[in-house]
């Protein structure tokens, strides 16, 4: 129950998935055979709790994408409530436009102005730097693995009939790198 007494059940039942469960929802009421058979059970209970309780949400108007005037005054209202329950959307009515040479010129002040970060976005835009000259691996060598599968083959089998255990992959590249290392002491 949100607090203004309506029931939100796409974001109680299904979290960040609502859109989904509610596109789908809307193909299964045009075309049952539309969607997947064992949607079936969770779209009959979704169309019977929509039933039971008003579930109210809020659609977008036309002025959803007009842009920002700062030299209006009054509060501009861009969305109403829309029942699920309806199957017909009010029309929309058109929002005039402004006589051109009417809107005053905005300030380019707000533009230009700097702001000092603090905190935890200082830190992070720091962070951020610093990651700039962290060299990164850029280059792949492509080599056949099928002599250190065979390789390590052997010497699980040595391993098992001598003291027991086993060899990884990570064990072979290792002891590699390390022998690597000392034959080129300045790659470390």
Do not use: C
Not at 79 to 105: D, V
Not at 116 to 135: E, H, R, Y
Not at 156 to 165: E, Y
């Amino acid at each position: 129950m949100s607090s203004d007494g309506t029931t939100d059940l796409s974001a109680n039942d299904f979290g960040a998935n609502d859109w989904l469960v509610e596109e789908m929802y809307e193909a299964w009421v045009k075309d049952p055979s539309s969607v997947d058979a064992s949607w079936v059970p969770t779209l009959e209970t979704y169309a019977q709790k929509l039933a039971d309780g008003p579930v109210t949400t809020v659609a977008p108007v036309a002025a959803e994408s007009a842009a920002f005037d700062p030299n209006v005054t009054g509060p501009i209202t861009t969305l109403q409530p829309a029942s699920r329950t309806t199957s017909a959307m009010p029309a929309e009515t058109p929002i005039p436009a402004e006589a051109p040479g009417t809107s005053r010129p905005s300030d380019s002040t707000d533009e230009n102005t700097v702001t000092t970060l603090k905190g935890m976005p200082k830190a992070l835009a720091a962070n951020m730097d610093a990651s700039l000259t962290v060299p990164t691996a850029t280059s792949v060598r492509t080599i056949p693995a099928k002599l250190m599968i065979d390789n390590r083959i052997v010497v699980n089998n040595h391993l098992r009939r001598a003291r027991g255990g086993k060899v990884s992959f990570t064990h072979i590249i290792g002891w590699a790198m390390i022998r690597a290392l000392k034959s080129f002491p300045s790659q470390n």
